[in-house]
């Protein structure tokens, strides 16, 4: 099921259980409020509105990501990289609590910077070999960790031009190309 917020309307929440789409627009002027209700994404997930967490969500995106011109309220949430395709990710001038990326293979290209300030907040795990990319941005965390050890191999490579990656508080780095 493909789901469109438009302004103007009735605006939803999402209050329990997992809930599953093949994409999620949020329009330019709606919102879509999640309450208690994790989200699976297998395809786009694009906010140009306001999406809204109010507690311990779980979004776990599976495709391409786009939060251009959107905004964000985050509580404790949780946003998950994740599947086998290639993934591109520009989360605007949002700031998330959590983003773990735990791919099963393919690419994630990161454009534009993100800010994750809470927690264990970006978490790469390598254990089936990716890579990432990121341009254009500055990528700001509170904490990075990065294992891209598997079988003994590094199995994560980091690539792009432009770009810097701040950690505000604890940094580690395993096996990375």
Same mark, same amino acid.
Not at 14 to 38: C, H, R, W, Y
Not at 98 to 125: H, I, N, R
Not at 161 to 168: D, G, L, V
């Given at each position: 099921m493909r789901i469109g917020v438009s302004a103007g309307g009735n605006y939803p929440t999402i209050t329990s259980g997992d809930n599953?789409?093949? %994409?999620?627009?949020? #329009? +330019?002027?709606?919102?879509? =409020?999640?309450?208690?209700? $994790?989200?699976? !994404?297998?395809?786009?997930?694009?906010?140009?509105?306001?999406?809204?967490?109010?507690?311990?969500?779980?979004?776990?995106?599976?495709?391409?990501?786009?939060?251009?011109?959107?905004?964000?309220?985050?509580?404790?949430?949780?946003?998950?990289?994740? %599947?086998?395709?290639? #993934? +591109?990710?520009?989360?605007? =001038?949002?700031?998330?609590? $959590?983003?773990? !990326?735990?791919?099963?293979?393919?690419?994630?290209?990161?454009?534009?910077?993100?800010?994750a300030d809470d927690a264990f907040p970006f978490a790469l795990d390598g254990n089936a070999g990716w890579s990432a990319s990121f341009a254009n941005g500055k990528y700001s965390c509170r904490s990075v960790y990065i294992d891209g050890v598997a079988d003994g191999q590094a199995k994560i490579t980091l690539s792009g031009t432009a770009w810097s990656m701040e950690a505000k508080s604890l940094a580690k780095v395993f096996g990375v190309r």
């Amino acid at each position: 099921m493909r789901i469109g917020v438009s302004a103007g309307g009735n605006y939803p929440t999402i209050t329990s259980g997992d809930n599953g789409f093949d %994409g999620l627009i949020v #329009e +330019s002027g709606a919102t879509l =409020t999640m309450d208690g209700g $994790d989200v699976t !994404v297998s395809n786009a997930l694009r906010v140009a509105g306001t999406l809204v967490c109010a507690g311990t969500e779980k979004v776990t995106l599976l495709g391409d990501v786009d939060f251009t011109g959107g905004s964000f309220t985050r509580a404790l949430s949780t946003f998950v990289l994740n %599947g086998n395709l290639a #993934e +591109s990710v520009n989360f605007g =001038t949002v700031t998330l609590h $959590d983003l773990v !990326v735990a791919k099963s293979g393919g690419s994630v290209a990161f454009a534009g910077g993100f800010a994750a300030d809470d927690a264990f907040p970006f978490a790469l795990d390598g254990n089936a070999g990716w890579s990432a990319s990121f341009a254009n941005g500055k990528y700001s965390c509170r904490s990075v960790y990065i294992d891209g050890v598997a079988d003994g191999q590094a199995k994560i490579t980091l690539s792009g031009t432009a770009w810097s990656m701040e950690a505000k508080s604890l940094a580690k780095v395993f096996g990375v190309r």
